[in-house]
Nanobody
Framework: QVQFVESGGGLVQPGGSLILSCAAS??????IGWFLQAPGKEREGVSC????????YYADSVKGRFTISRDSAKNTVYLQMNSLKPEDTGVYYC???????????????????WGQGTQVTVSS
């Protein structure tokens, strides 16, 4: 079973930037998604990257501000977050779809393996 180590969260001012990392155990390449659990809200998909061709998808709320990427040599997926807003605050989780499910999507029901989450707080 794949496991993840997430890092990179923290406190940042509005307009600032953060890079989140999701390092996977083992050597297999998974379709990976990033999800946000904001206070008092349901978990929502933010971005994902497919394992078939590294195609990427973004929620409308983060398009043009967030960039997801993969370093295959390190088996790590990154989420570059720019122009952060207070509404980006919450716990960010990375997750993997089953190995044979190579096209990613933003619905959390597609994902089987979840990281422990990392807190991002955007506040002045």
């Amino acid at each position: 079973q794949v496991q993840f180590v997430e890092s990179g969260g923290g406190l940042v001012q509005p307009g600032g930037s953060l890079i989140l990392s999701c390092a996977a155990s083992g050597s297999f390449t998974y379709a990976i998604g990033w999800f946000l659990q904001a206070p008092g809200k349901e978990r929502e998909g933010v971005s994902c990257i497919s394992s078939s061709d590294d195609s990427t998808y973004y929620a409308d709320s983060v398009k043009g501000r967030f960039t997801i990427s993969r370093d295959s040599a390190k088996n790590t997926v990154y989420l570059q977050m720019n122009s952060l807003k207070p509404e980006d605050t919450g716990v960010y989780y990375c997750a993997a779809q089953p190995l044979w499910f190579r096209i990613c999507g933003l619905q959390d029901s597609r994902y089987r393996y979840w990281g422990q989450g990392t807190q991002v707080t955007v506040s002045s």
